[in-house]
């Protein structure tokens, strides 16, 4: 049964549980949310954290917010911006959903990004995280409770050389914008703190024999900073240790390569790999403790940031229509009260948004380590509230331009 | 009497799809409505595909990437320059013409197999220049953001029903150009040298030449539905001109019946219904789709138009003149 079934049915019987509770918004029917999200392809793994996250947090609710029933509708892009905009169009225009959530790639935020606002659609992005949604082409109707791709190496870059004191680097990232914004924001603070990055290889996306760019990688470094994804982040830091690198430099890299997604299927090999990211699910909070333990229940994993990203983004909605009193017909309010959320108690800690609608939250510097034959992300250093500018000021950090393949130049390679 | 009648069938049931396309939009929903306006756009690129695949017997992998120029070219001037309709159309159709003009030159070398491969790897490098050549294309995130066009029209095509006509229109061009082709004495001839290569060039055609412009024709089609598809979609990104891409129009002109013209667009709408409203009930639906594809090369190898039609029992080979090879297995099953 698939899980929009599953979604349709919970409703149901919600409904007749709760007929006549609140009659004000009766006539009108349930809360209806879109989430959008790769169920199918490359991606469907994460798809499913995805909507296993969201899912969890309206059960959470027992699928009610202010008296009304809440109804998800899970659709499939298949990680295809086209067949994105086609579900979303099926989203608003079939389905007349209120709110719309989810999305993974980035190229997808990106297509979906001027139909949303020509929908007037309240959407929140809770897991694409290319820089510019919130930065130099921000969505009016949108929101994000995610990330920027950049977000935590800005304060990773100051970290590398101030606390693990290497001063030269050579980084390795898959070659599309999301390896690109991260490198590009550990390399500016890296390099604006004394260090120098002194290679930078890119091997294609969905590279999986990563011999030809080992073979490359200079041995006079002090280490490796790497940006692996899916497939690939499997393979790495195997292969890695297989050339006899890991003895030598150690390995560091953004969130994403040591993820909790890819955890599970690593061996020893990945051991001592430091990365920061908006998450771990070794959080020592009370919240986070929980939010671990019942993910793990329900859906049989540890939860990564998949699946805790999107079990925000559930909540902030959940909160936005609470604050209008379920009245999410009203978009304008709806919109706004999107904008004002904060989420004091979210698994990752406390979250609200900047002036660009994009969350200012801790960033955790992670370090795999096995505790009970089971490979975790220790915190050994948190960033408290983070914006995806950094220190800098806004209207300076967007004069220049978003982080790529060359920008900001290689200058001591 | 069954043989007096078929004509007029063949003649009613377009007509009758035809009249049906007109008609459709105010009993459609706005969603249906974008269905079928993605169906037509893909029913173009198929349709242009089967002129090389069904009508010359070439089977190519690397049709995507003529669709995906055209929808660069829109994007690309577009969102940087303004262009309008007149200047991205045909900017579109010159640049899948140009690129298929040489890439034919190249992959024309071959034929079988090895013109599959050449002509995946050619789409691969058009793909690859999408990807990586940031600076114009932006990359992976694609470009987005791409206004509809304004035609002058009292109707603003960023309506859905306007837009639907405008694609239907496109439709209705690229139809009846295929169409002009596959009847002619040239798409006599390509039908020809799919069954016979070397028969054809024992009576003197220029067998390469035939099959070249045949080539150049499918890619400038395929761009020209690429324009549409972008300003469909205003969005375009590499996924357009990625291996899948190509091999989904494939599939849709296998689905829906080779050299038929009419199947390939009938091919083309039941997958864009199938990925759409299969996957509203359950998200196995790709499960669904391969069914439909094995059921269809098992009991309809020809395709779905090619299970119904009627066709002759094949004429014997008695005489080699060119008329005989090429009876009851033209354009004229339309």
């Known amino acids: 049964m698939s899980s929009r079934r599953i979604a349709a049915i919970s409703g149901l019987l919600l409904v007749a549980l709760s007929a006549g509770a609140s009659p004000a918004w009766a006539q009108k029917g349930p809360i209806k949310i879109g989430f959008l999200t790769q169920m199918t392809g490359g991606g469907a793994a994460v798809g499913k954290d995805m909507s296993n996250g969201f899912m969890m947090s309206l059960e959470e609710i027992g699928s009610q917010i202010a008296g009304r029933k809440v109804q998800a509708i899970i659709e499939d892009t298949q990680g295809d911006p086209a067949q994105a905009l086609t579900r979303l169009r099926k989203l608003v225009e079939s389905d007349q959903v209120h709110a719309v959530a989810g999305i993974f790639l980035a190229n997808e935020g990106y297509a979906l990004a001027p139909k949303v606002d020509e929908y007037g659609i309240p959407t929140v992005w809770a897991v694409v995280s290319a820089d510019d949604l919130t930065q130099r082409k921000p969505t009016k109707w949108a929101v994000r409770t995610g990330w920027t791709s950049s977000q935590p190496n800005h304060p990773f870059g100051e970290y590398v050389t101030k606390t693990l004191g290497y001063k030269r680097i050579v980084t390795i990232a898959m070659d599309y914008a999301f390896g690109w914004e991260q490198v590009g924001g550990f390399q500016r603070t890296f390099e604006e703190n004394g260090g120098q990055i002194v290679q930078k290889l890119w091997p294609p996306l969905g590279t999986t024999d990563f011999g030809p760019f080992l073979a490359q990688i200079k041995r006079d470094a002090d280490a490796v900073f790497a940006v692996m994804v899916a497939a690939s982040a499997l393979r790495f830091p195997k292969q890695y240790q297989d050339a006899g690198l890991k003895a030598r430099l150690p390995l560091i890299g953004g969130g994403t390569s040591f993820d909790e997604f890819v955890l599970p299927s690593l061996g020893d090999e990945a051991i001592g790999a430091i990365s920061p990211l908006i998450y771990s699910a070794a959080i020592d909070t009370p919240m986070n403790r929980r939010f671990v333990k019942e993910f793990r229940t329900k859906y049989g994993k540890v939860p990564g940031y998949y699946g805790e990203a999107s079990y925000s983004a559930g909540r902030w909605i959940a909160e936005a229509a609470k604050a209008v009193g379920g009245g999410v017909e009203g978009k304008e309010k709806f919109l706004s009260a999107l904008k004002k959320v904060e989420l004091p108690d979210a698994p990752r800690g406390p979250i609200k948004l900047d002036a660009y609608g994009n969350p200012i939250q801790n960033i955790y510097v992670r370090k795999v380590e096995k505790k009970d034959g089971e490979l975790w992300n220790t915190v050994i250093h948190t960033f408290p509230n983070v914006s995806q500018f950094w220190n800098y000021k806004p209207e300076v950090f967007l004069k220049q331009p978003v982080y790529d393949r060359n920008y900001p130049a290689c200058k001591y390679c | 009497m069954k043989l007096a009648l078929l004509p007029i069938i063949r003649a009613a049931v377009p007509a009758m799809i035809f009249f049906l396309l007109l008609v459709a939009p105010p009993f459609l929903s706005s969603f249906l409505l974008t269905l079928v306006t993605q169906a037509l756009i893909y029913a173009i690129v198929a349709m242009s595909l089967d002129i090389i695949l069904g009508y010359t017997g070439l089977a190519s992998l690397g049709h995507a990437a003529y669709f995906g120029l055209g929808a660069y070219s829109v994007g690309i001037l577009a969102t940087r320059y303004g262009a309008g309709f007149g200047i991205t159309l045909p900017a579109g159709v010159f640049l899948a013409l140009a690129v298929a003009a040489i890439f034919g030159l190249v992959a024309l070398r071959a034929t079988g197999v090895y013109f599959l491969m050449i002509t995946l790897a ?83 055609y220029h067998v390469w030449l035939h099959k070249y412009i045949g080539f150049v024709i499918a890619g400038g089609v395929a761009g020209f539905a690429g324009v549409l598809w972008a300003y469909y979609n205003g969005f375009v990104s590499p996924v357009e001109l990625q291996l899948a891409t190509s091999v989904e129009v494939l599939l849709m002109v296998a689905l829906g019946g080779r050299a038929t013209l009419i199947g390939p667009a009938l091919g083309a709408a039941i997958i864009v219904f199938l990925k759409n409203l299969v996957s509203v009930y359950t998200h196995r639906w790709l499960l669904i789709l391969g069914a439909v594809y094995i059921l269809t090369i098992v009991y309809a190898p020809e395709g779905i138009l090619g299970a119904i039609k009627w066709r002759p029992k094949k004429v014997k080979p008695k005489t080699v003149g060119v008329e005989d090879l090429t009876e009851g297995e033209i354009g004229g099953s339309v």
Not at chain 2, 136 to 153: E, F, K
Not at chain 2, 161 to 189: M, N
């Open chain 2, 122 to 204: 050619l789409g691969m490098v058009v793909w690859g220049l999408a990807h990586r050549w940031v600076t114009v294309t932006q990359g992976d995130n694609g470009i987005s953001a791409i206004p509809r066009p304004d035609l002058g029209l009292p109707w603003s095509l960023a309506l859905s029903i306007p837009f639907y006509y405008f694609a239907l229109a496109g439709f209705f061009i690229a139809f009846w150009i295929l169409r002009t082709i596959v009847r002619s004495p040239f798409g006599q001839t390509l039908v020809g040298i799919r069954e016979s290569e070397s028969r054809m060039r024992t009576l003197g």
